[in-house]
């Protein structure tokens, strides 16, 4: 009897471990690299979500042989969430990489809870970790102000993220300018651990976006963001025509008549300019001179058509995949058995090297 309960259990374990000295099944990602990035399922993208990040994403599919896009709703638990929202938003937010261009045939979009070996890997590289090195993170600084005090969970996510990073031996990473210092503590993590254990992960690179910030259409100094109270400052990708037409007509401007391009002095006119020539793919200064003899109200029904043009399929192809529940919950499942051939012997191999096997 004690001999079945050892059998049921050794094949039963979550945890399996056969490592007898090193594990040798490590995959090395890729000729030409392997791509990482997440997103938290806060609701349907903005403009700037897309121009930022989604807009890359899609273009990373044809530039890099090992693509993984993961929806990251460990880290969107660090704030108060509801669970019913959550599980909505997190198909929502497949709906949306796949509207936008994402291919589940050239990449990998999965669901970060359901690969357990994130956790792990993140509590192993936590214990190489200085209180001091996260307190001087920015997000840190930032989100616990606002909150006079923050969760642990919000203290050590950028842990979690250089898991998430790391876990699958990424070597590019694209991040906007106010993540490079998270994705540096991925770097310095990587090279601890190989120092510590053996060379084991490579350093990942940064791959920044070379689209300019979308600000505010109400308060061009700051990011446009899904948080903003002021329902007219931003632009999601589901908004209908008439609403993106009416955010424009509002957005902030100045009292010159002339469409320049002067961030410094004209931020609402120039913020209007950017998201014209991301949105029509020309250049800043094709923008500016397709506006010739228009006044800024004339040039925000230019700035309008070209963004319904770009969001309109997008906007169909959710509403059709949100009437599809299956079709996304199947995409994810996929995502997640792939994610996970991909992180299992990478973390057996980590566990052998910590001592745990």
Known sequence: MKRLLRFIHKFNSPKRCFCVGACNNTQMPPAGGRVFSGIQPTGVPHLGNYLGALENWVALQDQYPSVLYSIVDMHSITQPQD??????????????????????ERAIVFQQSQVSEHAELSWILGCLTSMPRLRHLPQWKIKSKLKSEGSV??????????????LYKSTHVPVGEDQVQHLELAQDLA?????????????????????????????????????DPQTMATITITDSPDDIA???????????????FDPETRPGVSNLVTIHAAM???????????????????YKKLVTEAVIQRLTPIREEIERLRSDRAHLEAVLLQG??????????????????????
């Open 280 to 298: 029509a793919t020309i250049t800043v200064e094709e923008a500016v001179y397709r506006a010739r003899g228009l006044d800024t109200g004339a």
């Open 191 to 227: 090279r601890i651990f190989n120092n510590r254990y053996g060379g084991l992960f490579p350093e990942p690179n940064a791959l920044l976006s070379s689209t300019r910030k979308v600000k505010s259409l109400r308060d061009p100094s700051a990011k446009m963001s899904k948080s």
């Open 336 to 357: 997640n058995h792939r994610a996970r051939e991909l992180a299992a012997p990478v973390l057996r191999e980590v566990r052998q090297r910590v001592g745990f096997c």
């Open 83 to 104: 669970p019913n929202q959550l599980r909505g938003n997190i198909l929502d937010m497949a709906a949306s990489l796949l509207a936008c261009g994402i291919d589940p």
């Open 246 to 260: 009416l955010k424009i007509r509002r957005a902030v401007t100045d009292f010159t008549s002339e469409v320049t």
């Open 153 to 166: 969970g919000l203290y050590t996510y950028p842990v979690l993220q250089a898991a998430d990073i790391l």
